[in-house]
């Protein structure tokens, strides 16, 4: 018989997961992923108690948190753009610019493996503020995104 | 309607702020113009101060005490004067105040029970007298400051007013206010217009001081949860009653016992720690309730007579239990409470553990500023703890005094002895300043009561006109210190000398001075030490010895520093020019005050100080 | 299952009355939606758009204002998930103050280039509509939402202006750090709306009182207030403070320092109050809450207090300033008291006004040297004396030191602290010496705190300017007049921080209508 506590346990599972990931994971977009896996576990929990109790609110709470989830990705990514566009990499450990003083910046014990250089996507595109047109520049020919 | 005593300390006060904020308009330029306004600004606070004494000696003077002596009536004390005040505005219909009581109260914040409550006594004023005075001369000796005039003229101003408004609070609240205000300006005027190690001295110097001004702070909040309702004029209290019942749909009688009355008021706080006292000494069968508002004090009554704390018209076995269910009422809390504002004040004073900022400070500090030092602010330690510490814990102090006087006397010896090894002079002053003050700490420290309280009074009254004195000849010396770096550049003892030939004015000015401090009879240091010593002797003989002797210690360091100034042959000084005109007017008054309050000490200061002195001797002398 | 037109007709008009209430809000709505679509109009590029954020942000506050002079409230509104008590009533008008001064400061310092400046306003006014909701929200799921609503837009404020790759970093520690606070908050909240089956508070409030403090109410509780400490800054959820605040531009630095504080402390004292306002005796709420949240507090203030020691950059050492004043309020927070309430508004307020200070004084400095490090300000006196001493107030009193405002807030958080020592039932002997050994900590951190302040004003005032620097402005100022607006709204500050430190009524009464919800 599956009863609430299984529930409970995946949805902690999922929160632990989350949270295990976001403070080892050195990819932003992974460290992303992981806080969004904590909140789906919760989102676990909401669904499950709101069985229990036969109430909507649980469900109710489900679909706030999950538009919610999609707004602060939508920020979270356009950042993580910004900063991909700095950097060329999602490297979370090559954001140390901004630390204590007379602390050295963490310097990687073994290298990391290799990337495969791939043509950079990015090239030439700006995003324009929000609510305008870009504008198109006719002599590249191609708009690539 | 305004009263005139109000309208009178408010000047007092802010007059030097408003001077300040009138620098700000003068054009960066016209630094002369400025230097002149800021002098003029500290000439009307010292007239102001003058005015001040004048209406408080025809205050005492309107009355005779019971023996038909004028001056030393119990209602022109300032307990008195002040409860009169509360209570005649605590009526249902308030009574009109009076102008001429040099009591001023208004409420501040009232859902703090913080009032702007300024009073006048001897004690305060003669210390304000000599804030204005200094700061004057302070200000007359700031000529060579080129950088930054504005600056330091409004900051000095800023420095008076804080240090005037706490000499005259008589609102524990306002008083902190006050003293607090002194920390960012001494501390920017030590660290910007200082010597060479100015930076470090300044932040020594803030260190030090707000560490004793958070103690102060943690007394103040212990002070403010005290309930006072039996101390305070019982139409307040009713006032509070209906208040209450009405808030809260119940009858009278029903919330009667919820009443809580806080307050400030240092003159109330100092009758709750009175009635500590005695019921911690197991005295509380004396404890009684006040017939009148101001009471004829039980001074030189039957020994063991009843005490009248209570408002009148005050149930006093309540009071009592009350009182004690209070944990005011307890030991710890009144050693702890003593213990926070001795620290506080003997920060400042400063007491021998304590003291090591005072040398950095006076060392770094420019000529004037030094002069404010040790002249005005030092005394603050010494009021805070005659004003506040003593008054406010009686019990402890009492319990305490033998390692209080202790300290005073190690502060007497440690500074004389250090002050002998000193080369450079302005350190030597510093380490005297030290050994001075400790004579105004033995003289509080002194306690005797009943028949002997006399003792006690001289101790105290010397304490008083110690700080006097020593206010007029420290910040006289670090003047004359100033004179002669101005000169030479220097402050080394061992490449000074043979002053007197080039310098001949200043070398007696000088003379004067020095003799003044070494406590030469017929000279203003002497009285005060006299007076310390005589009651310390009856206090206790083995403290009195190591601080009579000490007074040898003073004669020879500083007849060794004038020797060492002025006497012999030197070439590096012989060129050196005799105070200029300015110079001059700024060295007379020390030294004609340095006479005359050697010669005339009572017709000066100890006639309007003794009463108020008399006064706070005759509400603790009769607590043991 | 359909409702009847009776219920309509009830929803109806309690709708309208709630709509009534919510005009602050509906203002800034309208604020973000008119600059949003503005740009779509022809010529819609060149209005001003920071001037028209700002007439929003103002209408709103009148509105709030009128609200709190009417001394009317409506209590819950929306059906329960808001409340407009006077608590929340006060604490929106004081937010909408402090957005009206962060958007002062952008408009005097042009934080943002025209063509961003919409996008920042935007952010501005929803982060501020999320903190407005936060103060009222009466729902855990409103709660929630606000919170995000508040951290969201906040994230991408902190990557102004864009080009400053230093403030996409900040930005994305806050961004990854909130998520997963959040998150954690998120945690608790479902596990407090799971065992009582509401996330309504009053409801939930009762149904604590009746179970007690259990396992699953416990961790609820305690993941609901990391999640909330999180925007406090309070220690162990502090980090991201320095790293953000040094970051970001200062003017934001000043946002999330004070307005973004208030909401968080409105809510731990929403929580805590509502708790206490039910009296239960099973569990003494001073002892089991209150006093390890004050452990906390003290932890706070000394971390911060010690950690800004040795900063060299002014954004980074106002950072832990905040975090050790983030230690002050929750201390006053902890106390739970009648006393401690209007204490620890008042504090909130004056925070605001001083801290807002000091950060838009950074912001002068920024525009008139190009940096914001310690050595930036070195012998400011000597070349800019006005901007210098008003630093130097606004310093002073975030030391406490009277007559400024700091030092009233101090006066009254200690005094609250000190009779909740006085206070403690004689049966709980820990209480007492726990409430006067915190106080004596925080004391002692006035001290301690005193170092770091003092060393800021020491290279303003004490250190000579460097050798060879040319008098006139670097490199990032710009013409002197804007510099001037800077200066007039330093000076509107500094005469605020006085005045109210001699004359407290204002603000009292302010704190005091907003207790009386909970007293």
């Not at chain 2, 900022?357 to 404010?372: C, F, G, R």
């Not at chain 3, 729902?139 to 606000?146: D, E, K, S, T």
């Not at chain 3, 001699?502 to 207790?515: G, R, T």
């Amino acid at each position: 018989m599956i009863g609430l506590w299984h529930f409970l346990a995946v949805g902690a599972v999922l929160f632990g997961l989350g949270l295990t990931g976001l403070l080892t994971r050195r990819n932003l977009i992974t460290m992303f992923l992981c806080a969004e896996l904590m909140v789906q576990g919760v989102a676990l929990n909401f669904a499950a108690f709101g069985r229990l109790h036969g109430q909507l609110e649980g469900q109710l709470f489900v679909i706030f948190l999950v538009a919610v989830a999609a707004a602060e990705a939508a920020i979270a990514l356009g950042l993580f753009l910004t900063v991909y566009r700095q950097a060329r990499s999602l490297d979370v450990s090559l954001w140390q610019q901004v630390r204590e003083d007379g602390v050295e910046a963490t310097v990687d014990t073994e290298p990391l493996p290799a990337e495969r250089s791939r043509p950079d996507l990015l090239e030439g595109v700006q995003l324009p503020p929000a609510g305008r047109r870009p504008r198109f520049q006719p002599e590249e020919g191609v708009i690539r995104v | 309607m305004l009263e005139a005593d109000l309208i009178w300390l408010t000047i007092l006060i802010f007059l030097p702020t408003a001077t300040a904020l009138t620098l700000l308009l003068v054009p960066a330029r016209a630094a002369e113009v400025m230097r002149w306004l800021a002098v003029f600004g500290a000439a009307g606070t010292l007239s102001v101060s003058l005015c001040v004494v004048v209406g408080y000696y025809l205050l005492l003077d309107s009355r005779l005490d019971a023996n038909g002596r004028p001056l030393y009536s119990a209602w022109t004390r300032l307990d008195a004067r002040a409860d009169q005040a509360a209570s005649d505005a605590a009526q249902p219909i308030p009574k009109a105040l009076l102008s001429d009581d040099w009591i001023a109260r208004r409420p501040w914040i009232e859902d703090f029970d913080i009032y702007y409550a300024l009073g006048v006594d001897g004690i305060g004023l003669s210390l304000v007298v000599l804030t204005a005075l200094i700061t004057l001369t302070a200000l007359m000796a700031s000529w060579n400051i080129e950088q930054g005039v504005r600056g330091y003229l409004i900051l000095v101003l800023l420095l008076e007013t804080g240090v005037i408004g706490a000499f005259l609070a008589l609102d524990f609240f306002l008083f902190y206010v006050f003293y607090e205000l002194m920390l960012i300006p001494m501390f920017v005027l030590i660290g910007l217009w200082g010597g060479e190690r100015r930076r470090y001295a300044a932040f020594k110097f803030v260190v030090y001081t707000l560490t004793g001004s958070v103690a102060i702070l943690a007394a103040l909040l212990a002070w403010h949860t005290v309930d006072v309702r039996d101390f305070v004029d019982q139409a307040e209290v009713q006032q509070r009653v209906r208040e209450l019942a009405r808030e809260r749909h119940l009858s009278e009688s029903d919330v009667d016992n919820q009443v809580r009355i806080h307050t400030f008021d240092l003159v109330t706080l100092s009758k709750v720690g009175r009635a500590v006292m005695l019921i911690l000494s197991g005295q509380e069968h004396r404890l009684a309730a006040r017939d009148h508002i101001a009471e004829q004090p039980v001074w030189n009554q039957v020994p063991n007579g009843p005490v009248k704390l209570f408002a009148p018209g005050v149930d006093v076995a309540a009071a009592i239990a009350r009182l004690k269910a209070q944990p005011v009422c307890t030991p710890s809390f009144q050693y702890l409470v003593f213990a926070l504002l001795f620290v506080g004040f003997a920060v400042k004073v400063p007491v021998v553990p304590l003291h090591s900022w005072l040398p950095d400070a006076h060392v770094e500090a420019p000529t004037p500023i030094s002069m404010i030092l040790a002249g005005i602010l030092l005394k603050l330690g010494g009021y805070g703890i005659l004003r506040l510490a003593v008054p406010l814990c009686p019990w402890a102090a009492a319990q305490l005094s033998l390692w209080i006087g202790l300290i005073g006397v190690v502060g007497i010896v440690y500074g004389a002895l250090v002050a002998m090894g000193q080369t450079d002079f302005k350190k030597l002053l510093a380490y005297s300043s030290v050994s001075h003050m400790g004579f105004v700490i033995l003289g509080l420290a002194a306690w005797s009561s009943g028949g002997t309280a006399q003792y006690w009074q001289w101790g105290v009254n010397g304490a008083v006109f110690q700080m006097l004195a020593h206010g007029i000849t420290a910040s006289a010396l670090f003047f004359v210190v100033g004179v002669v770096y101005d000169r030479a550049h220097h402050r080394d003892l061992r490449r000074m000398g043979g002053l007197w030939e080039p310098m001949p004015l200043y070398c007696g000015f000088s003379a004067v001075l020095f003799f003044a401090s070494m406590g030469l009879p017929g000279l203003c240091g002497f009285v005060g030490e006299f007076f310390v010593l005589l009651s310390a002797w009856h206090f206790s003989p083995a403290l009195a010895v190591p601080a009579v002797l000490s007074v040898i210690l003073t004669a020879g360091y500083l007849l060794w520093t004038w020797l060492r100034v002025f006497t012999g042959v030197n070439e590096a000084t012989a060129s050196f020019a005799d105070l200029t005109p300015r110079e001059a007017a700024t060295l007379l008054p020390y030294v004609v005050l340095a006479i005359l309050l050697g010669v005339l000490p009572f017709t000066l200061v100890l006639k309007w100080v003794d009463p108020a002195v008399t006064g706070w001797i005759a509400n603790l002398a009769v607590l043991r | 299952m359909f409702p009847t037109p009776a219920q309509l007709e009830a929803l109806n008009w309690s709708l309208g009355s709630s709509l009534l209430q919510f005009l602050p809000e509906i203002a800034l709505c309208l604020g973000i939606v008119t600059l949003l679509l503005l740009r779509m109009l022809p010529k819609g590029e060149q209005v001003a758009t920071g001037i028209l954020a700002l007439a929003f942000v103002l209408v709103a506050g009148v509105a709030a204002a009128l609200q709190v002079m009417g001394g009317t409230y409506a209590g819950s509104i929306f059906q329960g998930m808001l409340t407009a008590d006077a608590f929340a009533t006060v604490f929106r008008l004081v937010l909408l103050c402090g957005t009206l001064l962060v958007m002062v400061l952008i408009q005097a310092s042009r934080l943002s280039e025209p063509w961003e400046a919409a996008d920042l306003q935007v952010l501005l006014l929803g982060s501020t509509l999320g903190m407005l909701l936060m103060v009222q929200a009466q729902h855990l799921l409103m709660l929630f939402i606000a919170v995000e609503m508040a951290g969201v837009p906040a994230y991408a404020l902190a990557a102004f202006p864009k080009q400053r790759s230093v403030g996409s970093e900040a930005a994305l520690k806050f961004a990854v750090f909130g998520a997963a606070a959040s998150g954690v908050m998120l945690y608790g909240i479902s596990l407090l709306t799971a065992t009582f089956g509401t996330g309504y508070l009053p409801n939930l409030v009762n149904a604590i009182a009746q179970r007690g403090l259990d396992l699953p109410v416990l961790a609820g509780l305690t993941l609901l207030l990391l999640g909330l400490g999180f925007k406090l800054s309070i220690v162990p959820v502090h980090f991201w403070c320095p790293d953000v605040f040094e970051g970001s531009a200062a003017e934001i630095a000043g946002f999330l320092a004070t307005a973004s504080k208030l909401a968080a402390a409105a809510l731990f004292l929403r929580l805590l109050h509502s708790l206490q306002a039910l009296q239960i005796e099973a569990w003494n709420l001073p002892l089991t809450v209150g006093l390890p949240l004050g452990i906390i507090a003290a932890l706070t203030m000394t971390v911060g207090n010690l950690a800004a020691f040795g900063q060299s950059n002014l954004q980074r050492l106002l950072a832990y300033s905040t975090i050790a004043h983030a230690g002050y309020i929750l201390l006053g927070i902890a106390v739970i008291s009648s006393t401690s309430l209007p204490a620890v508004l008042f504090y909130l307020v004056a925070y605001l006004f001083m801290n807002f200070g000091a950060f838009a004084a950074v912001t002068w400095v920024r525009q008139a040297t190009g940096r914001v490090d310690l050595e930036a300000v070195r012998g400011l006196v000597f070349r800019h004396p006005a901007p210098a001493v008003l630093f130097t107030v606004f310093l002073a009193s975030l030391l406490g030191l009277p007559p400024l405002v700091g030092f009233a807030a101090k006066f009254q958080l200690f005094q609250a602290v000190y009779q909740a020592g006085q206070a403690a039932p004689p049966e709980w002997p820990a209480l007492k010496m726990g409430w006067w050994t915190l106080l004596a900590i925080a004391l002692l951190n006035t001290v301690l705190s005193a170092y770091y302040y003092l060393r800021v004003v020491r290279r303003m005032m004490l250190d000579e300017p460097p050798v060879g620097e040319p008098a006139a402005l670097a490199p990032v100022a710009s013409s002197p007049e804007r510099l001037g607006g800077l200066l007039v709204l330093l000076l509107l500050l500094g005469v605020l921080v006085v005045l109210s430190g001699i004359y407290w009524h204002p603000l009292l009464l302010l704190s005091q209508i907003a207790a009386q919800t909970f007293i």
